[in-house]
């Protein structure tokens, strides 16, 4: 299935962005997670902190 470390880790990375860039999702109304993410983006003012935060170390 994979070759080495390195392979399975650019193979992850890939699925990774297809499956959060690409693959629409029908929880999120048949958006992919990026558009979803927009559009909560533009509403925002209107529900501050409605979206999830992430930390950064």
């Known amino acids: 299935m994979f070759d080495s470390l390195e392979d ?3 193979k992850l990375a890939l699925w990774r962005y297809d499956y959060n860039n690409v693959r629409p ?3 999120l109304g048949n958006q992919t997670p990026a558009e979803a993410r927009r559009t909560l983006e533009q509403f925002e003012g209107s529900a501050p902190g409605a979206l999830a935060q992430f930390e950064t170390q």
Do not use: V
Request: proline letters at 0%; hydrophobic letters at 15%; charged letters at 35%.
């Open 8 to 10: 399975a880790r650019r």
């Open 25 to 27: 999702h029908s929880s």
